[in-house]
């Protein structure tokens, strides 16, 4: 219902979603040039970030989210900033690379994550989409270790 009505209120404005981001309960849309939409089930700490920013210019509004369970998630601007709430391994892998994440995905348990750093969005994307994971951890090690600066930490 709340995503139907999300997709409705996108569409009537004319604009595209370019990405989606989902926990099974939660759904952040992000459309247009800046534009981001979302259901209330989305962490609370990030749905006040997001609702403070409905009048904030492009570069302070969402370039890339993801969402897991038990309220985490990531969340980067398009001025460089980001906003989390996760393992304290992630943010001691974000600190220590100095760069951006392209992806960011959570895992069963709060601690388990993996991260996917790059130069760039596409590089990146890149070498994800020309590869099959097996979810077993030595097969993600192993894409991990062949992709350039990728981190895993409990799959």
């Known amino acids: ?3 139907d009505r999300c997709l409705t209120d996108i569409h009537s404005m004319g604009k595209l979603v370019r990405k989606v981001a989902t926990n099974g309960r939660g ?3 992000l459309y247009g040039n800046g534009g981001v939409a979302y259901t209330p089930q989305i962490p609370k700490a990030l749905y006040h970030r997001l609702s403070q920013l409905r009048h904030s210019s492009y570069e302070h509004r969402p ?3 993801s969402l897991g369970s038990r309220d985490r998630y990531y969340c980067s601007f398009h001025d460089g900033s980001y906003a989390f709430k996760g393992p304290k391994g992630l943010y001691r892998e974000i600190k220590k690379t100095k ?3 392209v992806s ?3 895992g069963a348990t709060y601690d388990s994550f993996a991260v996917v750093f790059g130069t760039d969005r596409g590089s990146a ?3 994800l ?3 099959t994971l097996n979810p077993s951890l030595e097969n993600v090690e192993t894409f991990i270790q062949q992709t350039s600066d990728r981190k895993v930490n409990g799959f």
């Open 129 to 131: 989409s020309q590869r």
């Open 125 to 127: 994307e890149e070498g």
């Open 99 to 101: 760069k951006q994440p």
């Open 104 to 106: 960011v995905a959570f």
């Open 27 to 29: 759904t952040v849309f």
């Open 63 to 65: 370039a890339y989210v």
């Open 1 to 3: 219902k709340d995503v």
